[in-house]
């Protein structure tokens, strides 16, 4: 695969040196300048016909500075030399303009220098390059499939492809283009009884992934058919199921939900620049400060947490981050304790972890926005003969199965969290009962990674993930993947939502 | 800053190239200028100037037919002579896609007076009296051993909007706010306010830093509370977070269809009747694009059709709405086609948000509430919110930055945080006092959702479903 022509096409070196030399010239200790365009693709449809189909196209520059100790930046939309050379000028004059409240001065970590290299990330169908007729057929059929089953009402199907597209280069001497293909597919089964009003949804829980169109027309790396065959009755079952007793039961909980709860109660906790308080205001800070490194209890001894933003197909990996550091993989959580944190280069830097040197997670959501520490791919890792999920199940006298994400929840330090999801099973006795609506789970953090009690083989282990996180001021989305295998955990809150509702 | 060709120009070019039945071109000019800052320093900052332009071609029969099918395509970075390539995308898009279900006609012709006019922009100098306001506030907050974290955000937002039809419409929006949240330099106690500003001429910060201060002194006292439900007051902030929720929710189709809190059960909706239960505060929730101080585009833009937009509805004429009346439900989100297929007046989705709910149209302040609360608690703001249950659309969230105990009038201490589980429109019937209604800025919708005015809430029995060791 290569990048696509109408990029590589664009004058990026020419654009490059007139903003990097303008900024050089000003005098600036370091600049930085990116041209990306992000082309993305959204297809919805509502029983089986066309609700919308967008397709936007968001192209620009930018060029980020280091001038007498503070940041600046600017970003513009004309590609030409002179508009480049105006942000340049730009972003030093934000320095400016910025330095009255500028305490701390900006020193970045130093990296090695790359020069000139190109990456493209693993697909194998560019789904722009497939005619939209063929992407809305493909979920029409599947729409009309579920439709066509026993008690299904209606039927939401939405399909999203970015294609990403990024030029970077410094007065260090970096000139990297990169390439990134994403695509997410969902249909959500929607049945009502008239009579009393109550409806429930049952939604596909296919994980967005860094692959193309073939993601969709093969059962290979997920099993559509088997999903969608399932669907009507796992719908059919969930609107006549009984509700939940709240209390406290033993928690089987597959992949497709658990790679949320990873997201929110690890991936963002284990961000430095939460730690500092850099999202203090928004976002929020973590409650795993940096003087816990290394003897914060995290979890139970079989939790086990990497960050990489090089796993083939994973929606954080990429070839160079957006500061020109090569990516890597590394642990965050070793044995149940904390171990490592997400950096880019400022705050590597001025804190000295891993050696003073960023693992690579700054990145910027398009030329428009600042480069910021951004989350990589935060996965559990399964224990290598580790349980099947029907072995986890086996071990729980009372409790839940659940599967698929859907609400989410958490405080602004990551301590208390509420996840529900798209269905639960009864478990009695070790073995799998009908399932219960209402649900919720609610914990603490480190309460409930320490009542993780086991982590399922390498045979659970599934990637999720979301396009969608959300993080800094202005607001920018990244796509970001989490594996995980099942896990079992002991002794946890369910609530009733219909008594939470006070009814 | 430098922009692409003249939107004006790019409208005319695009509709002029277009060979489709009809057409609608959208241009969005934006320049935006921000500082964020933490631990009394800045840590990011940037200026950003923008065009996008979209073109949403009808083909197979422009005037309303069943068949009729449309593409959507926006790019940015397009000028006169990229436009065409656009316009042709845009065409392919809707040769391709299968007729639209909300296929109408476009809406009949008319032009904005200031059709002509550039667009307004803004740049980094819409700073220049706030910056050192805020390193003042900065020198405050070190003197007294605290930290101060924010943003400030202003941007300008010029659209022109042209169809086949022969609408030319300009709208220019500022949109602006800042953010300081203040911590003591342990980071045990922290206060946060929101202020939205069209233009930052009336934003004092010194005095936002003098009320955090005020709030952090508040918190030297601890109260440890348990799970419960609490008489609450809820200030506008989070007011607004739970009326913009309750208002995206608001499709008609959603509620026609049986599957939102607006459905009836036995089918049909709850439109007409009473959402304000045995409560007697009966409060009216409205949108009016030209409410003084929450002024917003007057015609409907839509750059994608679901459940309460279409795009066929672009440049329809938006006037003020009232949703809830009085504490009746009187409309719900709709395109023409969902209102007429309900039989319902055509109320499609406005961009601000008013709650009036004391009687007589006057209130007590927040600080008047709060003085004649006798045992509970006073909110900061609320965070995280999510849906957890459509049904009754039982919403999930976090307080934050200050949950204060009150007793007597007086704040007597803070106390820990809280998960709450509550559902906005169950709210409504629940209300026990309100006051007067405010210009308020949403903290957790804010950021979409810039434009409220809400008034603060005495709710007796707010659910705080678990605590949060958060602070």
Same mark, same amino acid.
């Given at each position: 695969?290569?990048?696509?022509?109408?990029?590589?096409?664009?004058?990026?070196?020419?654009?490059?040196?007139?903003?990097?030399?303008?900024?050089?010239?000003?005098?600036?200790?370091?600049?930085?300048?990116?041209?990306?365009?992000?082309?993305?693709?959204?297809?919805?449809?509502?029983?089986?016909?066309?609700?919308?189909?967008?397709?936007?196209?968001?192209?620009?520059?930018?060029?980020?500075?280091?001038?007498?100790?503070?940041?600046?930046?600017?970003?513009?939309?004309?590609?030409?030399?002179?508009?480049?050379?105006?942000?340049?000028?730009?972003?030093?004059?934000?320095?400016?303009?910025?330095?009255?409240?500028?305490?701390?001065?900006?020193?970045?970590?130093?990296?090695?220098?790359?020069?000139?290299?190109?990456?493209?990330?693993?697909?194998?169908?560019?789904?722009?390059?497939?005619?939209?007729?063929?992407?809305?057929?493909?979920?029409?059929?599947?729409?009309?499939?579920?439709?066509?089953?026993?008690?299904?009402?209606?039927?939401?199907?939405?399909?999203?492809?970015?294609?990403?597209?990024?030029?970077?280069?410094?007065?260090?001497?970096?000139?990297?283009?990169?390439?990134?293909?994403?695509?997410?597919?969902?249909?959500?089964?929607?049945?009502?009884?008239?009579?009393?009003?109550?409806?429930?949804?049952?939604?596909?829980?296919?994980?967005?992934?860094?692959?193309?169109?073939?993601?969709?027309?093969?059962?290979?790396?997920?099993?559509?058919?088997?999903?969608?065959?399932?669907?009507?009755?796992?719908?059919?079952?969930?609107?006549?199921?009984?509700?939940?007793?709240?209390?406290?039961?033993?928690?089987?909980?597959?992949?497709?939900?658990?790679?949320?709860?990873?997201?929110?109660?690890?991936?963002?906790?284990?961000?430095?620049?939460?730690?500092?308080?850099?999202?203090?205001?928004?976002?929020?800070?973590?409650?795993?400060?940096?003087?816990?490194?290394?003897?914060?209890?995290?979890?139970?001894?079989?939790?086990?947490?990497?960050?990489?933003?090089?796993?083939?197909?994973?929606?954080?990996?990429?070839?160079?981050?957006?500061?020109?550091?090569?990516?890597?993989?590394?642990?965050?959580?070793?044995?149940?304790?904390?171990?490592?944190?997400?950096?880019?280069?400022?705050?590597?830097?001025?804190?000295?972890?891993?050696?003073?040197?960023?693992?690579?997670?700054?990145?910027?959501?398009?030329?428009?926005?600042?480069?910021?520490?951004?989350?990589?791919?935060?996965?559990?890792?399964?224990?290598?003969?580790?349980?099947?999920?029907?072995?986890?199940?086996?071990?729980?006298?009372?409790?839940?199965?659940?599967?698929?994400?859907?609400?989410?929840?958490?405080?602004?330090?990551?301590?208390?969290?509420?996840?529900?999801?798209?269905?639960?099973?009864?478990?009695?006795?070790?073995?799998?009962?009908?399932?219960?609506?209402?649900?919720?789970?609610?914990?603490?953090?480190?309460?409930?990674?320490?009542?993780?009690?086991?982590?399922?083989?390498?045979?659970?282990?599934?990637?999720?993930?979301?396009?969608?996180?959300?993080?800094?001021?202005?607001?920018?989305?990244?796509?970001?993947?989490?594996?995980?295998?099942?896990?079992?955990?002991?002794?946890?809150?369910?609530?009733?939502?219909?008594?939470?509702?006070?009814? | 800053?430098?922009?692409?060709?003249?939107?004006?120009?790019?409208?005319?070019?695009?509709?002029?190239?277009?060979?489709?039945?009809?057409?609608?071109?959208?241009?969005?000019?934006?320049?935006?200028?921000?500082?964020?800052?933490?631990?009394?320093?800045?840590?990011?900052?940037?200026?950003?100037?923008?065009?996008?332009?979209?073109?949403?071609?009808?083909?197979?029969?422009?005037?309303?037919?069943?068949?009729?099918?449309?593409?959507?395509?926006?790019?940015?970075?397009?000028?006169?002579?990229?436009?065409?390539?656009?316009?042709?995308?845009?065409?392919?898009?809707?040769?391709?896609?299968?007729?639209?279900?909300?296929?109408?006609?476009?809406?009949?012709?008319?032009?904005?007076?200031?059709?002509?006019?550039?667009?307004?922009?803004?740049?980094?100098?819409?700073?220049?009296?706030?910056?050192?306001?805020?390193?003042?506030?900065?020198?405050?907050?070190?003197?007294?051993?605290?930290?101060?974290?924010?943003?400030?955000?202003?941007?300008?937002?010029?659209?022109?909007?042209?169809?086949?039809?022969?609408?030319?419409?300009?709208?220019?929006?500022?949109?602006?706010?800042?953010? &300081?949240? $203040?911590?003591?330099?342990? /980071?045990?106690?922290? #206060?946060? @306010?929101?202020? *939205?500003?069209?233009? !930052?001429? %009336?934003?004092?910060?010194?005095?936002?830093?003098?009320?955090?201060?005020?709030?952090?002194?508040?918190?030297?006292?601890?109260?440890?509370?348990?799970?419960?439900?609490?008489?609450?007051?809820?200030?506008?902030?989070?007011?607004?977070?739970?009326?913009?929720?309750?208002?995206?929710?608001?499709?008609?189709?959603?509620?026609?269809?049986?599957?939102?809190?607006?459905?009836?059960?036995?089918?049909?909706?709850?439109?007409?009747?009473?959402?304000?239960?045995?409560?007697?505060?009966?409060?009216?929730?409205?949108?009016?694009?030209?409410?003084?101080?929450?002024?917003?585009?007057?015609?409907?833009?839509?750059?994608?059709?679901?459940?309460?937009?279409?795009?066929?509805?672009?440049?329809?004429?938006?006037?003020?709405?009232?949703?809830?009346?009085?504490?009746? &439900?009187? $409309?719900?989100?709709?395109? /023409?086609?969902?209102? #007429?297929? @309900?039989?319902? *007046?055509?109320?499609? !989705?406005? %961009?601000?948000?008013?709650?009036?709910?004391?009687?007589?149209?006057?209130?007590?302040?927040?600080?008047?509430?709060?003085?004649?609360?006798?045992?509970?608690?006073?909110?900061?703001?609320?965070?995280?919110?999510?849906?957890?249950?459509?049904?009754?659309?039982?919403?999930?969230?976090?307080?934050?930055?200050?949950?204060?105990?009150?007793?007597?009038?007086?704040?007597?201490?803070?106390?820990?945080?809280?998960?709450?589980?509550?559902?906005?429109?169950?709210?409504?019937?629940?209300?026990?006092?309100?006051?007067?209604?405010?210009?308020?800025?949403?903290?957790?919708?804010?950021?979409?959702?810039?434009?409220?005015?809400?008034?603060?809430?005495?709710?007796?029995?707010?659910?705080?479903?678990?605590?949060?060791?958060?602070?």
């Amino acid at each position: 695969m290569t990048v696509d022509e109408s990029f590589t096409s664009l004058p990026l070196g020419d654009l490059a040196e007139a903003a990097l030399s303008r900024a050089r010239a000003l005098g600036a200790e370091h600049a930085d300048f990116r041209v990306e365009t992000v082309r993305s693709q959204n297809i919805n449809l509502r029983d089986g016909h066309v609700d919308g189909v967008s397709d936007s196209s968001d192209r620009g520059l930018s060029v980020r500075v280091v001038y007498d100790g503070t940041w600046g930046f600017a970003a513009g939309v004309a590609l030409d030399a002179r508009t480049a050379a105006a942000l340049a000028e730009q972003a030093v004059e934000v320095a400016k303009v910025s330095k009255p409240v500028n305490s701390e001065p900006v020193v970045l970590a130093p990296e090695p220098v790359h020069g000139e290299h190109v990456w493209v990330s693993s697909y194998e169908v560019n789904p722009f390059d497939v005619p939209d007729t063929e992407k809305i057929g493909h979920f029409q059929r599947w729409s009309e499939r579920l439709l066509a089953a026993d008690g299904v009402a209606h039927v939401d199907a939405g399909f999203q492809a970015v294609q990403e597209c990024k030029y970077f280069a410094d007065l260090a001497g970096n000139r990297l283009t990169q390439q990134r293909i994403r695509t997410e597919g969902a249909l959500t089964a929607v049945a009502v009884d008239e009579d009393s009003g109550a409806f429930e949804t049952m939604r596909t829980v296919a994980p967005p992934v860094g692959r193309g169109w073939e993601f969709f027309t093969g059962n290979e790396v997920f099993d559509w058919d088997a999903e969608l065959d399932a669907l009507p009755g796992l719908l059919r079952d969930k609107l006549t199921a009984p509700s939940v007793q709240a209390g406290e039961y033993d928690l089987v909980i597959d992949p497709s939900n658990l790679w949320l709860t990873i997201h929110e109660s690890i991936g963002h906790a284990t961000e430095l620049d939460r730690a500092l308080g850099y999202e203090a205001a928004y976002a929020g800070t973590s409650f795993a400060t940096l003087d816990k490194l290394g003897t914060l209890k995290y979890g139970s001894p079989v939790m086990n947490i990497t960050g990489d933003r090089v796993s083939e197909h994973g929606l954080g990996t990429v070839g160079f981050d957006d500061e020109g550091v090569q990516t890597q993989a590394w642990d965050i959580v070793k044995d149940g304790t904390l171990v490592g944190y997400q950096l880019d280069r400022r705050i590597a830097q001025l804190k000295g972890l891993n050696g003073g040197r960023s693992n690579g997670c700054a990145f910027a959501d398009s030329a428009a926005h600042v480069p910021i520490q951004r989350m990589a791919n935060v996965s559990l890792r399964p224990a290598p003969d580790g349980p099947s999920t029907k072995e986890l199940i086996s071990r729980v006298r009372r409790g839940l199965y659940i599967i698929g994400d859907k609400s989410w929840s958490i405080d602004m330090q990551r301590y208390n969290f509420q996840f529900t999801g798209q269905r639960a099973f009864l478990i009695e006795d070790g073995e799998l009962k009908g399932q219960v609506k209402d649900f919720a789970y609610q914990a603490t953090t480190t309460d409930f990674w320490g009542a993780m009690e086991a982590v399922g083989g390498p045979q659970t282990y599934v990637v999720g993930g979301s396009f969608q996180c959300g993080k800094g001021q202005p607001g920018q989305v990244a796509p970001v993947s989490h594996g995980a295998p099942a896990a079992l955990f002991r002794g946890i809150r369910i609530l009733n939502t219909v008594q939470e509702a006070g009814q | 800053m430098t922009l692409s060709s003249k939107p004006q120009d790019l409208v005319e070019k695009a509709l002029e190239l277009s060979r489709a039945d009809g057409a609608v071109v959208l241009v969005d000019a934006a320049t935006d200028a921000n500082l964020r800052w933490a631990n009394n320093t800045l840590t990011t900052n940037g200026v950003s100037a923008g065009q996008q332009v979209t073109v949403i071609s009808v083909k197979n029969g422009a005037t309303g037919a069943a068949s009729a099918a449309v593409g959507v395509v926006g790019r940015s970075g397009v000028d006169l002579s990229s436009v065409e390539d656009l316009v042709r995308a845009s065409e392919k898009a809707a040769e391709e896609s299968g007729p639209a279900d909300d296929a109408d006609q476009l809406v009949p012709g008319r032009a904005s007076a200031d059709w002509d006019e550039p667009p307004a922009q803004t740049d980094i100098s819409v700073f220049s009296s706030f910056a050192p306001a805020l390193g003042e506030t900065f020198a405050a907050a070190r003197a007294e051993g605290s930290l101060l974290f924010g943003y400030a955000e202003h941007s300008m937002s010029t659209q022109y909007l042209g169809s086949t039809s022969g609408l030319r419409l300009r709208h220019a929006q500022p949109t602006g706010s800042v953010q &300081l949240n $203040a911590k003591s330099g342990d /980071r045990s106690r922290s #206060a946060w @306010a929101g202020v *939205p500003t069209a233009d !930052f001429s %009336d934003v004092d910060v010194v005095a936002v830093g003098q009320d955090l201060a005020r709030r952090l002194e508040w918190a030297k006292r601890k109260i440890d509370l348990p799970a419960g439900r609490y008489e609450t007051v809820l200030p506008p902030t989070s007011v607004a977070d739970l009326m913009i929720y309750a208002y995206w929710s608001a499709a008609l189709r959603d509620a026609v269809d049986g599957r939102s809190v607006f459905s009836k059960s036995g089918g049909g909706t709850k439109l007409g009747e009473s959402l304000a239960g045995s409560s007697a505060i009966k409060a009216t929730l409205r949108s009016d694009p030209t409410a003084a101080g929450l002024e917003c585009t007057p015609y409907v833009e839509a750059y994608s059709s679901n459940a309460y937009q279409s795009v066929f509805d672009n440049g329809l004429a938006l006037g003020p709405t009232e949703w809830i009346k009085d504490g009746e &439900l009187a $409309a719900l989100l709709t395109t /023409r086609q969902t209102a #007429a297929g @309900a039989q319902a *007046p055509v109320t499609p !989705f406005v %961009d601000n948000l008013i709650l009036d709910a004391a009687p007589g149209g006057t209130g007590p302040s927040l600080t008047e509430l709060t003085g004649s609360t006798r045992d509970g608690l006073l909110l900061t703001s609320l965070w995280y919110i999510r849906e957890v249950d459509p049904q009754t659309l039982l919403l999930t969230g976090l307080t934050r930055d200050g949950v204060y105990k009150v007793e007597g009038g007086e704040v007597v201490g803070e106390v820990n945080n809280f998960r709450f589980n509550e559902s906005p429109v169950a709210l409504l019937s629940r209300i026990a006092e309100a006051g007067r209604t405010e210009r308020t800025f949403s903290r957790e919708w804010g950021d979409y959702f810039n434009r409220t005015a809400m008034p603060a809430l005495r709710i007796p029995d707010f659910n705080m479903s678990s605590v949060s060791p958060a602070s």
